[in-house]
């Protein structure tokens, strides 16, 4: 069992960055590919970035490619998402999440671990 817990979330202005970090415990973690998601109010879970075991292999949603970047540190059982050049329409609940597979996963449902989750505001 992997427990994931996220923090870094804040208030931040249109153009802002922040720095989001998942702590991961329980599992051995570099047997897992980590990925964030994000849910804006009365939307559905969207797939924000993901991270292949080695770190090596990333892949981003269209509408974070050149403002994210996922990394992480294995020594430290640690994901990371520096977010850049924030919108509004970032405004989100991130969530860090974790799976098992050599392959890059999009979609929340092949993902089986989450954390619960950390809110991030971008005010205009």
């Known amino acids: 069992q992997v427990q994931l817990v996220e923090s870094g979330g804040g208030l931040v202005q249109a153009g802002g960055s922040l720095r989001l970090s998942c702590a991961a415990s329980?599992?051995?973690?570099?047997?897992?590919?980590m990925g964030w998601f994000r849910q804006a109010a009365g939307k559905e879970r969207e797939f924000v970035a993901t991270?292949?075991?080695?770190?090596?292999?990333?892949l981003y949603g269209d509408s974070m490619k050149g403002r994210f970047t996922i990394s992480r540190d294995n020594a430290k059982n640690m994901v990371y998402l520096q977010m850049n050049s924030l919108k509004p329409e970032d405004t989100a609940v991130y969530y860090c999440a974790a799976f098992i597979s050599w392959l890059l996963r999009t979609r929340a449902t092949d993902y089986t671990y989450w954390g619960q989750g950390t809110q991030v505001t971008v005010s205009s």
């Open positions: 991270i292949s075991r080695s770190g090596v292999n990333t």
């Open positions: 329980g599992g051995t973690f570099n047997d897992y590919g």
